[in-house]
């Protein structure tokens, strides 16, 4: 018997469950997130370790989701000094690099940014030779002046080498301590938002390598010897090496994490799920227990990027949002006073109303240091000048209209689905709502996003453009295939546990004959 530990770094909470080989649920806990992270994630996995009486040599794996690279470029903080090489001249020279990044973010990240020429047409036809004394020029500019480094070629999603070729050649002049970036790993098809994937995750480089150092540290001075892996936006593992070259697809694994753990917890296989923090909350549909990934290009840090994402939309209803009385209106949020909620809510002798005043007087939910129900009614009462039972009333049709809307925006259909709740903040939820055949509160839905993580299979997936009149689709497709599914058995899948999430035939417009075909897989790590 073997087991595991899953852990999800919030902005609040770091919350872990250790889980048996059998998925199931031994012990769980929240711990406060703390300064430095580490300390956070060390006190959760002390806790779930002490509390189960687990053998430390019993643990096989750890999973970790966190908010680290989506912090970093939120607050703009600890990201890589870029340069970027687009291969494209002279085709590509009408929108520089970087035109749609914010300029705080430009200043940040400097602008090393130059354009070569090379790429190809969709069907592989080149544009135009690969000059290697010009991109060997633009390396020796970049050499001492950057940290990271990104290459985007047209239509290198289906022809790599010539982006292969220039990051040889940046090995060769800027040696292993400046990283490479190729946007054929990283983004979608799309020439602007796929350079600008790469150069996020180039940026990102650095937090990456800082996290998962600080991770293993971690664990190893908790004297633990488990094999580590990293949550990445589609709901599967990615192993630490893999955190260090693509840390930019590590970013919305907090609400994949949730989506899956919720679905796992409640053993729904396609539905709504709604994880409510004390800020947001936040909807994703299942489908197969897979988030459903966005056909919309994500704006990430201010910047417009293709690469995979799950399809979520959030909304402002939190433990902790703000609720406002005027003219007899009820206004809930969109603000939240978010981890301050023991400081500022009326429950503990603040002054501001939220939506958890309510719910504690209900005694829908318990928190310690709260004052006495009747006081807390009395005091709504005061600050409002509307009674109890009105104001109650009104928030929780607020509540019930912005969440049912929120439904409504996800699904695809009239039909009704189950919708599943999941988060700390789930008591918000009402136990009816219009378009759901049925609305789910598992048992710890509280912890589904650590429950996510250590749940988590490793996956691959490939995406290329063909000319069917010049290739066959089935054979091109079958070709496909079997490179993703051998690149996840060296990964360490276990061959029977395989199985093929995505198989995707897309025409695309104004190019009679070219098909973009699409390939994801995932399975089982190897013993688990």
């Given amino acids: 018997m073997y087991y595991k530990i899953g852990v999800d770094v919030g902005g609040t909470n770091t919350d872990a469950v250790l889980v048996s080989q059998d998925n199931k649920i031994l012990s769980k806990t929240k711990q406060t997130t703390t300064l430095d992270v580490s300390t956070g994630i060390a006190n959760a996995i002390k806790f779930v370790l002490e509390e189960s009486g687990v053998s430390k040599k019993a643990i096989k794996y750890i999973m970790l989701g966190t908010t680290h690279c989506t912090n970093a470029l939120v607050e703009r903080k600890e990201l890589n000094k870029v340069g970027s090489i687009r291969i494209g001249l002279p085709a590509s020279k009408a929108i520089p690099t970087m035109t749609d990044f914010p300029k705080d973010l430009q200043h940040v990240l400097g602008c090393h940014n130059y354009l070569v020429h090379g790429g190809y047409e969709y069907d592989g036809r080149p544009i135009e030779a690969l000059r290697e004394d010009e991109v060997k020029d633009f390396l020796h500019k970049m050499n001492g002046n950057i940290e990271s480094l990104a290459i985007t070629g047209i239509f290198s999603k289906t022809l790599p080498d010539q982006e292969l070729k220039v990051a040889k050649w940046a090995n060769e002049i800027l040696g292993d301590a400046v990283r490479v970036s190729c946007s054929h790993q990283v983004g979608g ?23 998962v150092k600080a991770f293993k540290q971690t664990v190893s001075d908790l004297g633990l010897t488990a094999q580590l892996f990293i949550g990445q ?121 939220t939506l958890s005043d309510f719910f504690i007087a209900e005694n829908k939910i318990h928190i310690d240091g709260a004052i006495a129900v009747s006081d807390i009614k009395s005091t709504i009462e005061k600050q409002i000048g509307v009674s109890y039972d009105k104001a109650l009333e009104k928030t929780k049709a607020s509540i019930q209209e912005t969440i049912e809307k929120l439904v409504d925006k996800l699904k695809t259909d009239a039909k009704d689905i189950p919708v599943v709740a999941c988060g700390g903040g ?46 066959n689709e089935e054979s091109a497709l079958e070709e496909l295939l079997k490179k993703v599914n051998a690149k996840l058995l060296k990964d360490g899948a276990k061959k029977e546990s395989v199985k093929v999430l995505t198989k995707e035939i897309t025409p695309l417009a104004y190019l009679p004959g070219t098909v973009k075909l699409k390939i994801k897989i995932c399975g089982d790590l190897e013993g688990a």
Avoid at 299 to 314: H, S, W, Y
Avoid at 439 to 450: S, W
Avoid at 454 to 461: G, L, V
């Fill in 189 to 211: 098809i799309g020439l602007l938002e796929r350079e600008n994937a790469a150069i996020l995750n180039a940026a990102l480089q650095g937090v990456a390598s800082k996290m």
């Fill in 233 to 353: 936006n589609d709901g599967t593992l990615m192993s630490l090496e893999q955190v260090k070259d693509f840390p930019v697809l590590t970013i919305s694994s907090g609400p994949t994490n949730s989506i899956r753990g919720a679905g796992a917890l409640s053993k729904v296989k396609d539905g709504v799920v709604i994880d409510v923090g004390g800020t947001t909350s936040d909807g994703g549909m299942l489908v197969d227990f897979f988030p459903r990934e966005s056909t919309q290009a994500a704006q990430i840090g201010g910047v417009l990027t293709n690469f995979r994402m799950p399809d979520v939309v959030a909304v402002g209803i939190g433990g902790g949002t703000i609720v406002r009385f005027t003219d007899d209106t009820c206004q809930i949020g969109p603000d939240s006073v978010g981890y301050l909620l023991k400081e500022k809510a009326l429950s503990f002798n603040g002054d501001t109303l």
């Fill in 426 to 471: 789930a008591f918000l939820l009402p136990a009816k709502i219009e378009g759901a055949s049925e609305v789910l509160f598992p048992e710890h839905m509280e912890v589904a996003n650590a429950f996510g993580a250590c749940i988590a299979q490793i996956s691959n997936e490939e995406e290329i453009i063909i000319n069917t009149m010049q290739q």
